[in-house]
């Protein structure tokens, strides 16, 4: 909504535009009429659209002609007021005053104006048949009203008429010669029908319709009002009302009739509710609300912005087959201006065998959405109306921003849940090939793919230690010279050579020597294509040997020739587990969960144990010491004991995991 609303009032010498402007104020008739008024300020809460209101008054006689230019560029409404029994007054409105505003108006931010007929007590006859054909002739204006300043008649509806042009313009929603709606309010209530179907059935049932009812005007409808709505409807659309619903056009021909009835408010509301402006575009505060995100966070998307999600997704999978067609994937994002997802997306996240996004692949996308272009994301959810079905405040609630990796790395450990890892190797090396593995593509679908559509990310979800967690593989583009911020800043770096060529370790070796040897950005060595035979690499040390030397883990092997099964997954665990725990020095790189290693860790994470530990805590450590506990020799018993059955405990484990190593 507009903070205040400006009305200028012009027309010829005696039409009585001073003495409207007085009558309003005073109520009553002036004696004495002043050549002009002074601009006058009426309050927001005596207005009934509660918004400020400026009425500025004009003289031929006290201004120029450049001061009327500066106030009509500066109105938001102009009223042209004439007198009802001087014709020559009504002639001046289209041959003078018409053409002068548009001529000194913006051609693409139309100035709506309102005919005022003056003086209608000195008249027994109507002037609206002159002024009819002039309404049709010029769509810029709104109304034509009749008063009199001398009687105060229609002189509060003048101003609320003016003040309603402003906040409630009819010219962006109807055509009075074609007396329909015009192309952009239908695709804008198009949009707002198809976001408020939320089962995607085409029809607004009594749930849904209330749900709508409450979200714009606070209040739901009664049972036998949504029936005479319905009722309305029918009666003069065949088509209108469907299975006891209403749709999609019915509920465009409600609009209309709320339109040619004088009530566009009724539409205004609806549309600035789901977030349009006054030319029928979507607001840039309401698509990116301001959303601070400090330096070395990331973001990402919140339990309650999954769910979402989770229904839009469910909304348009018909078949239940936990996959988008591309009709499907059509039909979800036909509330878009365009087309948000491309082809490289499919080779992105995961897909079913006949390629379409599944349910996974789907969440995955809006993770990587998130994490790398978080406004996008918000513009994203604008569309889909998240503020409005999930009732936020605005689309920035569904982000978390997580807090510092520095906090991360001094409390070890960590509440994210998606991990970057970039991918560094020289040309050859098999670097797409690794992240369409992360996908589950083996080396005869990879070659499926075509190579306008490649992409060099690729993400999904893997587990470590029975937590679900998103890792995002981004392959790097292999220029040794020169590495950006995005290429450095990473929780994990992946460097991939290739065993079968003596020339690729090197590349590996002098990126990590480079960027990376003085970093706490952990990294681990693959060795892929290890389905072929491995030859000496032609470097000063092998690879595993200069692993050692930078307290690097052991070169992986890794290879995406699998035949007919899908790539094994054990690398990408290892991967996340290397991101989450930067800190720590893995002496296992396995992560299984059934190795002696990893069933330490979860017992270890096991909440049985934190329960155990912390009132071990509480009875040891926090128990009140009195001087006779210091002096009995019972106490120093028991606190022996303790201390000894937690050394034994603590060698044997450590005895496990030394045999396991």
């Known amino acids: 909504m507009r903070k205040d609303v400006r009305i200028l009032l012009v027309g010829e010498p005696k039409v009585g535009k001073t003495s409207l402007i007085m009558s309003l104020v005073s109520e ?13 300020t009426i309050p927001a809460d005596v207005t009934p659209e509660r918004v400020p209101t400026h009425i500025v008054d004009y003289s031929e006689a006290e201004q120029t002609d450049e001061q009327l230019f500066q106030e009509i560029s500066k109105a938001n409404v102009i009223c042209i007021v004439y007198s009802v029994n001087n014709k020559k007054s009504i002639e001046k409105v289209t041959s003078h005053w018409i053409p002068l505003i548009t001529d000194n108006t913006d051609k693409d931010s139309r100035v709506p104006l309102i005919l005022v007929g003056n003086k209608s007590d000195l008249v027994e006859h109507s002037s609206m048949e002159t002024i ?36 409630h313009p009819t010219g962006p929603l109807y055509s009075p010669e074609r007396k329909d709606m015009k192309p952009l309010c239908v695709k804008a209530l198009t949009r707002i029908f198809k976001v408020s179907d939320l089962d995607n059935d085409g029809i607004l049932n009594d749930h849904e319709l209330n749900f709508f009812q409450r979200t714009c005007f606070n209040t739901p409808l009664e049972p036998q009002a949504l029936e005479d709505v319905k009722n309305v409807v029918r009666k003069n659309l065949s088509d209108g009302v469907c299975d006891n619903g209403l749709s999609l056009k019915g509920f465009l021909f ?27 575009e979507l607001n840039q505060d309401y698509l990116f609300p301001p959303l601070k995100i400090p330096s070395d966070c990331t973001t990402e998307l919140n339990h309650n912005a999954y769910l979402f999600l989770q229904s839009v997704f469910d909304k348009h999978d018909r078949d239940r087959d936990c996959a988008l067609s591309p009709e499907e994937l059509k039909d979800l994002f036909d509330v878009f201006p365009y087309m948000p997802w491309g082809p ?16 996974q692949g789907y969440l995955s996308q809006w993770t990587l959405t998130t994490y790398l272009d978080v406004q996008r994301c918000l513009e994203y959810l604008g569309y889909l109306g998240y503020s409005i079905i ?176 899908a790539p094994n997954q054990d690398i990408y665990t290892k991967l996340t587990t290397m991101a989450m725990y930067p800190h720590a020095r893995l002496r296992c790189m396995c992560t299984c969960n059934r ?26 450590l926090r128990r009140h010491v009195s001087q006779a506990d210091l002096k009995s020799s019972t106490f120093w018993l028991r606190a022996s004991v303790g201390a000894t059955v937690f050394a034994v405990l603590g060698l044997t484990l450590y005895r496990v995991l030394l045999r396991q190593r």
């Open 595 to 620: 190795c002696t290693f990893c069933l330490c860790q979860n017992l270890l994470n096991s909440e049985l144990l934190q329960t155990v530990r912390a009132k071990l805590y509480a009875v040891v």
């Open 254 to 280: 409600l609009h209309t009739l709320f339109i040619q009835r004088g009530r566009h408010e009724t539409t205004w509301t609806v549309l600035r509710r789901f977030g349009y402006d006054d030319d029928l």
């Open 390 to 565: 999930a009732e936020q405040e605005s689309q920035a609630s569904g982000i978390t921003v997580t807090r510092d990796k520095k906090i991360d790395l001094q409390k070890k450990q960590t509440q994210r849940s998606v991990f970057r890892c970039n991918v560094f190797g020289d040309i050859g090396s098999g670097k797409s090939g690794f992240l369409q593995a992360f996908l589950g593509r083996n080396l005869t679908r990879q070659k499926t793919i075509n190579e306008e559509h490649r992409s060099f990310y690729a993400i999904s979800t893997t587990y470590v230690y029975g937590q679900e967690k998103y890792l995002l593989l981004h392959e790097v583009f292999p220029d040794f010279d020169y590495l950006s911020d995005a290429d450095m800043s990473c929780d994990i770096v992946c460097l991939v050579y290739d065993a079968s060529n003596p020339y690729s370790f090197e590349y590996c070796a002098k990126v990590f020597k480079q960027y990376f040897m003085d970093s706490k950005t952990p990294c681990m060595m693959v060795a892929a294509k290890s389905d072929l035979p491995e030859v000496k690499q032609m470097y000063g040390c092998s690879p595993l040997e200069f692993c050692r030397r930078h307290k690097m883990p052991p070169p992986q092997t890794f290879t995406c020739n699998t035949a007919a099964a």
């Open 344 to 359: 490289d997306v499919n080779n992105t996240v995961g897909t079913n065998d006949n390629g379409w996004i599944t349910y």
């Open 132 to 167: 009819l054909p002039i309404m049709n002739q010029h769509s810029e204006i709104e109304t034509c009203v009749e008063c009199s300043a001398k009687n105060l008649k229609n002189i509060s509806e003048l101003f609320y008429y003016a003040q309603k042009a402003v906040l």
């Open 28 to 40: 009553e008739f002036p004696e004495v009429v002043p050549y002009r008024a002074e601009e006058i």
